[in-house]
């Protein structure tokens, strides 16, 4: 599936902490610091705390398992072993890999040991794509001051006393961070999915990093822009369409003109057209799914 590119689609977005969030350190190395640390990255413009991409990922994959298993039986359990397509269906494997076709709808999408993914989450981090240094320099000092530092004990149930603790986690509370999803390969529901889960996590069904069980975790996340490139038989000059590649590909009428390129055509939507497609792809997601097996 990925010998040929046929088309790539790049979402841009946002994020604001809608409360205190931690997305924990690995170690805490510093005897100085809190004892949970947010994760912190080495950059150009200086040390600056960010959300992995991994992060936000797990939380996405592990948010469709749970809302596709509800129309589709076969979706699997990435924290199960057993359930995974790789594993439960060893004997369909070709050259020792499970074909595209016949993973579940989530491994079709986030990958699989046998599958590569067709999302691809950058890490997020508090300016833009198109920031100078010095914006960079400055967001990185502005963001510094939505951090805190929350007291916490875990508490021992059967003898009502302190089990652990104090201990201290370093907290977010506000800023903005930005990201962005690369989809390569993909088909129209997969676009809408991603769209579909963000919704999702914005309006709190689904929460980001440690300590979700004691309110944290809560963002806002929003699309700014989407950027579609299609190639080869996907790309016709005459037509303003989205498509996807496969015998039965389905197709979305958009209002945006293409602008033409060596290989193919770009589409970029912001603003009303970006709603426009979203929910355009959302029905796409939606009749995916209906009557699909249960």
């Not at 990255?41 to 809302?67: D, H, N, Y």
């Not at 989530?106 to 040991?113: A, E, I, M």
């Not at 400055?138 to 006393?161: C, F, P, T, Y």
């Amino acid at each position: 599936m990925f010998k040929r590119l046929e088309n790539v689609a790049k979402l841009s977005f946002t994020l604001v902490p809608k409360g205190p969030i931690l997305v924990k350190a690995g170690d805490q190395l510093d005897p100085t610091g809190p004892d949970m640390a947010f994760v912190r990255l080495m950059t150009p413009a200086g040390r600056t705390i960010c959300i992995p991409g991994s992060s936000l990922k797990g939380v996405m994959r592990s948010a469709a398992e749970s809302l596709l298993r509800l129309v589709d039986s076969k979706v699997c359990d990435a924290s199960d072993a057993k359930t995974l397509c790789s594993e439960k269906r060893k004997d369909e494997k070709v050259n020792g890999k499970l074909p595209y076709a016949k993973h579940c709808r989530v491994c079709q999408t986030f990958g699989s040991t046998d599958l590569a993914s067709r999302v691809s989450f950058s890490d997020l981090l508090p300016w833009g794509p198109n920031a100078t240094l010095q914006e960079q320099r400055q967001a990185i000092a502005e963001i510094e001051h939505h951090l805190g530092v929350r007291m916490n004990v875990s508490i021992d149930r059967r003898k009502s006393a302190v089990a652990h603790g104090p201990f201290e986690m370093e907290t977010l509370s506000g800023g903005m961070l930005y990201g962005e999803v690369i989809l390569r390969n993909y088909r129209l529901w997969q676009a809408g999915l991603i769209f579909f889960l963000f919704d999702q996590i914005d309006q709190g069904m689904f929460r980001l990093g440690f300590a979700k069980s004691r309110g944290l975790g809560r963002v806002r996340i929003q699309p700014t822009s989407l950027t579609v490139e299609q190639f080869g038989s996907l790309a016709r000059a005459d037509k303003a369409v989205l498509r996807e590649p496969g015998e039965s590909a389905r197709e979305i009428r958009v209002e945006i003109q293409p602008v033409l390129q060596p290989f193919g055509q770009r589409f970029a939507f912001e603003g009303p057209s970006l709603e426009k497609v979203k929910q355009e792809l959302i029905k796409i997601l939606t009749e995916e799914f209906n009557g699909h097996d249960d």
